[in-house]
């Protein structure tokens, strides 16, 4: 149960860091609309990765966190925002996937 609270910890750091972006492409209420909901998402990633880290070794939490924010705002960013896809980026996001698979097995 607690790597799937871990996961949905990760997710709504994509969705805060998503809300950033969308902010600052808006202008007046709406970009105050997506900074509300950007602080909605921090408040939920932060407390469940505090649930999380109750439970699960903190350095192991704290990288898939991290590492799912990661992957997921990279991947938002090119599904959404319309940033480049390039080689390189897609190499390394695969070695920071494989390093999250990697500590998830190895940890106890």
Known sequence: ?????LLVAGLFEVAFAACLGKAKNA???EANYWYIAFLICLAISMLLLVKVTKH???GTA?????????VGTVLVGILLFKEPTTFWRLFFITTLVIS???LKIVSH
């Open 1 to 5: 149960m607690n790597w799937i609270l």
């Open 27 to 29: 202008s007046g209420a």
């Open 56 to 58: 699960l070794p903190i």
């Open 62 to 70: 704290y990288a898939v966190w991290t590492g799912i924010g990661a």
């Open 100 to 102: 999250i698979v990697g």
